[in-house]
């Protein structure tokens, strides 16, 4: 049997340079001969990503529990897509993923495990890199934009979780779910980040034997009579 493709996923602030090293990485695998596909959370495309959309521009006010069940929703809907494409060989990176999904819902108060809970079972990544900046050097690049979870505040509260979240997904007791998570010194020149990412995503490129995880497997039993 071929192997599959690794799944990296790709979390950071606002404004930690996420998006532009996504694409420098998705152009580095491309032109080393591998097939690649950028996927990215939120979705903006789907129906859900157009709510999700109209609330992060203020035009909507949903409920902060309902926000962020279409968020995980709309992980959801492009989960068999991840799995399809890493099977045909294709490697996923993903602009964000459910611990964006955490950091942020806990941020505004919600609490951690209920905010963990409808991300559980989704393809787990094999490679988590963490783009760390402090909110300082965030809003020194510019400010942050006009959407709603751009404040100096909110972005002190999602870095802590993250923080919290790359000591758990490195830590004993994560079984089959267990997956590498790097944190990445974001406020180097684009061309080091770069660098450093590739020096973690390279070793990966040939593929892998090991089955599809799952987020966070062990969080719930799965027999209703346990
Ligand atoms: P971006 O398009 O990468 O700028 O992300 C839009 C904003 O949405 C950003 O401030 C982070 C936030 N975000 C991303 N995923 C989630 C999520 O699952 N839940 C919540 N509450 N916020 C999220």
């Known amino acids: 049997m071929s192997p599959r493709a690794p799944f990296i996923v790709i979390e950071g602030l606002d404004r930690s340079g996420k998006s532009t090293q996504c694409t420098t990485l998705i152009n580095r695998l491309e032109a080393a001969g591998i097939p690649a596909k950028l996927l990215k959370f939120p979705d903006r495309t789907t129906t859900i990503g157009q709510m999700i959309d109209a609330y992060l521009k203020s035009q909507s006010e949903l409920d902060d529990h309902l926000i962020h069940l279409l968020f995980s929703a709309n992980r959801w809907e492009l989960a068999s897509t991840i799995e399809r494409l890493l099977r045909e060989g294709t490697v996923v990176v993903c602009d964000r993923y459910a611990f964006s999904g955490i950091a942020f819902s806990a941020s505004k108060g919600l609490p951690f495990e209920w905010c963990r809970a409808p991300d559980v079972s989704l393809p787990a990544p094999d490679l988590t890199l963490f783009l760390d900046i402090s909110p300082e050097a965030a809003m020194a690049r510019g400010g942050y934009g006009e959407e709603r979870y751009e404040k100096r505040e909110m972005q002190e509260s999602v870095r802590r979780i993250f923080v919290r979240l790359a000591e758990e ?11 590498a998570w790097i944190t990445v010194d974001a406020s180097q020149t684009m061309d080091d980040v770069s660098e450093a990412m590739w020096a973690h995503v390279q070793p990966m490129i040939g593929g892998t034997h090991r089955p599809i995880g799952r987020l966070w497997a062990g969080s719930f039993s799965s027999d209703a009579t346990e």
């Open 169 to 179: 997904m490195n830590g004993e007791g994560m079984g089959d779910s267990r997956s």
